[in-house]
């Protein structure tokens, strides 16, 4: 037994001793005591011899501690010392229905009457008169609270020229007072998925997947050749799609474009991927690369009637006998009008009777015009790039109009043809090397449906439609 186990006895020992000693226990209970101390005193004993079995480690073999320092040395140009922050304060609130701009500008601390007179009366600073709730406001203060500058962040995400950007009124002090002018950003762009069920109908799966209802529209849009969303759908029909998301400084500025989407209806697939030839316009086509539309719309109008057709009739303002070379549909004033295919603006301006006018040059021998617009969309100018279905301009009565209305012509080799009679071309087929190109833009969408088709069959059921966020 070792010196550490020799120790340990001699004090229980010395315990035993000591609790014998002063103790004088009752006739009748003494033999009970001694016994239990007996007891006691044993198992002891015994915690100590086992104590002394137990192999204690050899501390020789511990590997001896090694401390390693090293100093380095700064010169003069390495070590700089902190000096107080010049940066501005920048506070931040978000317009509330039925917000006026005193109370917002009560919200950013901002108690200046000059800056409520410049931002109410000063023309640059117009945009600022519509406070539409939900947008921020942000201001930046100097340490003394006197203002550096006040943004009013109006349009998170615009479309402009292909690109989805946010405009903001940016409001500077100056020597003079206050200088307001409109700053235009460029916008993050993000990839997000998502996978769903048909439970009740399409919106009621994509909401609950929390999908922009701009994307559920655009899903119903691209297969809506192929299916019928009203009468079509059926519980336990699934969808898989991939879309944009645009930020700025962090913060959502609106849904971009489907970019894949992968539909089962009634046990059937369809496909759709957005694919651009020439990086300027684009359509959607299924994975093997055939066309989901025709090349041209029938209409250029969502909601409008006939109000005059194609051929001879008896001139409105004329009143003289003449070929009408065109449709005329009747629509209020203001009511957008889209391209009816894709191709290249050949003239946008005011032209005679057509007044406000745009005619889009397409593939091959084909043209279209339309005439009588009261305004011409922002960015269609001779030689833009356009989409079928994107926007070029609003119904109006300009020209040679006796009320608001479309005019729209349909031309094969400059000559108008009746469009409401005449065969459309079918979809532009890809070239051999766009086929190329498309198989390898389409290859990573077909692999991210496909990973979304394997996680969603491992969903439970109370999980079955989730997006990526």
């Given at each position: ?45 015994a915690g100590a011899a086992a104590l002394g079995m137990v192999q204690q480690p050899d501390r020789s073999e511990i590997p001896p501690t ?33 917000d006026t701009l005193a109370a917002v500008l009560q919200r950013l601390d901002l108690d200046s009457p000059d800056l409520q007179t410049f ?351």
């Amino acid at each position: 037994m070792n010196r550490g186990l020799h120790d340990l006895a001699s004090s229980i020992k010395r315990k035993v001793a000591a609790v014998f000693a002063p103790v004088e226990p009752k006739p009748h209970r003494a033999g009970l005591f001694r016994r239990t101390l007996l007891v006691t005193a044993i198992g002891l004993f015994a915690g100590a011899a086992a104590l002394g079995m137990v192999q204690q480690p050899d501390r020789s073999e511990i590997p001896p501690t090694r401390v390693i320092q090293s100093i380095l040395p700064l010169t003069t140009e390495q070590v700089e010392v902190s000096t107080p922050s010049a940066a501005p304060y920048i506070s931040e609130t978000r317009i509330r229905a039925g917000d006026t701009l005193a109370a917002v500008l009560q919200r950013l601390d901002l108690d200046s009457p000059d800056l409520q007179t410049f931002l109410t009366h000063d023309a640059s600073a117009r945009s600022i008169y519509k406070l539409y709730p939900g947008r921020s406001v942000q201001a930046a203060t100097d340490a003394e609270g006197n203002l550096i500058w006040l943004r009013y962040i109006h349009t998170p995400g615009n479309e402009a020229d292909g690109q989805v950007v946010t405009r903001m009124l940016h409001v500077a002090r100056t020597d003079n007072g206050y200088k307001a002018e409109e700053i235009t950003e460029s916008t993050d762009r993000q990839t997000r998925v998502a996978v769903g069920t048909i439970r009740s109908s399409l919106f009621g799966a994509t909401d609950a997947a929390g999908i922009p209802d701009s994307v559920t529209m655009q899903m119903a849009d691209i297969l809506s050749a192929k299916i019928d969303f009203l009468r079509d759908l059926r519980q336990g029909d699934q969808f898989r799609v991939v879309y944009e998301v645009r930020s700025h400084d962090g913060r959502y500025a609106g849904a971009g474009r489907v970019l894949a989407l992968e539909f089962i209806n009634g046990g059937k697939t369809y496909s759709a991927v957005w694919f651009s030839p020439d990086n300027k316009t684009g359509s959607y086509y299924d994975f093997d690369g055939t066309s989901l539309r025709g090349a041209f719309l029938r209409t250029a109008l969502k909601f409008s009637r006939i109000s005059s057709t194609f051929g001879m009739r008896m001139h409105p303002i004329h009143k003289t006998w003449t070929g009408h070379k065109g449709v005329d549909y009747a629509a209020p004033s203001g009511t957008p009008i889209h391209a009816t295919a894709d191709g290249t603006v050949e003239f946008a301006g005011w032209q005679n009777g057509y007044g406000n006018v745009v005619i889009v040059k397409h593939h091959g021998k084909y043209s279209t015009l339309y005439a009588h617009q009261s305004r011409i969309a922002e960015g269609i100018t001779k030689g833009s790039k356009i989409s079928q279905g994107q926007l070029i301009g609003y119904v109006g009565a300009t020209g040679w109009a006796t009320g608001p209305h479309l005019h729209y012509e349909f031309r094969v080799d400059n000559q108008p043809i009746d469009p409401l009679s005449v065969d459309l071309p079918v979809a532009r087929t890809l070239e051999p090397a766009e086929i190329r190109a498309f198989n390898q833009a389409v290859a990573p969408y077909k692999q991210q449906i496909q990973l979304l088709t394997e996680f969603q069959q491992t969903l439970p059921d109370a999980l079955t439609n989730v997006a990526s966020r």
